[in-house]
């Protein structure tokens, strides 16, 4: 039977950016790598959300975090340019980037889907997934090992009746990740994956 066990350090010294880490799987994941001693930078809409997270990695007595108040759904590429700034001026380089921060929309049928909330789903999904990736590779190419994390879902990998947007930005990003995958093997020090974390409560 496989049983892996992490080592407490295994991230020690690494430098992880999550997105959607206010809560969830975001905050989950956030706090795993901070207990194998990674620096964290917690990124999502909510300040006060955020805070809280930190304050919880804090009274754990690990590697100081950082909070990233960011709004994917206003943000435009300047957004996007002037945030790898601040990151690059404050830790220099990125390890990872996990992007878990996503919508799910309206569960309706694609005649049903109102425009609106389909472009919306899109562009937290998708648009702003590719932003962010583009303009930190950047600051992952600085590190001898990164690795760029896509969520996935079963739903983006074979299309289900009633998932509408939510579907389809699943397809795209599996996409998204397949293509830089591609463009970056043999090549790069950065590698991209997904990962289905099936479902969540």
């Known amino acids: 039977m496989f049983d892996y066990s992490a080592h407490p350090e295994l991230l020690k010294g690494r430098i992880i950016l999550v997105t959607g880490a206010a809560r969830g799987i975001g905050a989950a994941a956030a706090k795993a790598y901070a207990a194998h001693g990674a620096t964290v930078l917690l990124l999502g809409r909510t300040e006060a959300s ?27 590429p300047a957004h996007y340019q002037a945030l790898a700034t601040m990151i690059e001026r404050t830790v220099g ?5 996990l992007h ?5 929309g309206p569960r309706t049928s694609v005649e ?23 303009a930190l590779l950047p ?8 690795s760029i994390a896509f969520t996935s879902s079963s739903v983006g ?17 599996e996409g998204l990740m397949q293509t830089l995958a591609d463009e970056l093997e043999g090549v790069s020090t950065v590698r991209a994956n997904s990962i289905n974390p099936g ?3």
Do not use: C
């Open 157 to 173: 990998r074979k299309g289900r009746a009633q998932w509408g947007a939510y579907g389809v930005s699943k397809f795209a990003t």
């Open 93 to 97: 380089r990125l390890d990872g980037l």
């Open 112 to 134: 049903h889907l109102p425009g609106e909330d389909f472009m919306e789903v899109m562009h937290v999904n998708v648009n702003a997934t590719f932003m962010l990736t583009q």
């Open 139 to 146: 600051l992952l190419q600085r590190s001898e090992d990164a």
């Open 100 to 104: 878990n921060a996503s919508i799910i």
């Open 50 to 76: 955020l805070a809280q997270v930190h304050d919880e990695i804090n009274a754990a007595g690990q590697p100081q975090p950082l909070v990233i108040p960011f709004d994917l759904q206003s943000a435009d």
């Open 199 to 201: 479902a969540t409560r």
